[in-house]
């Protein structure tokens, strides 16, 4: 199972991106995926998160800026960054969990990782 990421790119602060998660490959059935990102020389921090059919999760510093959404049909996850910040250039992973059913906050929970995307923000 391969996860691919995409739309990652150069933005001025104050704009938008749209990033986008899809697996590959494999079928891949999974019942929560998230978004990290690892800044330079910071560590890797879960930025949003979503169960299915539960309310997403949200790093403290993107609530209101950020939304993740699910596309159902097309087995994609979609994480709407609006207002971005310098603070939020980083390379953006997303990643599933296939075996548990409910939240984690633990990186080590999600046992599938897309190859990251570069979210830089001019300011």
């Known amino acids: 199972v391969q996860l691919q990421a995409s739309g990652g790119g150069l933005v001025q602060a104050g704009g938008s991106l749209r990033l986008s998660c899809a697996p590959s490959?494999?079928?891949?059935?999974?019942?929560?995926m998230a978004w990290y990102r690892r800044a330079p020389g910071k560590s890797r921090e879960l930025v949003a998160a979503i169960t299915r059919g539960s309310t997403p999760n949200y790093l403290d510093s993107v609530k209101g800026r950020f939304t993740i959404s699910e596309d159902n049909a097309k087995n994609t996850v979609h994480l709407q960054m609006n207002n971005l910040k310098p603070e939020d250039t980083a390379v953006y992973y997303c990643?599933?969990?296939?075996?548990?059913?409910?939240?984690?906050?633990?990186?080590?929970?999600?046992?599938?990782w897309g190859q990251g995307t570069l979210v830089t923000v001019s300011s």
């Open positions: 990643a599933v969990d296939t075996t548990g059913s409910s939240f984690s906050s633990s990186a080590s929970a999600y046992n599938y």
């Open positions: 490959g494999s079928a891949v059935s999974f019942n929560v």
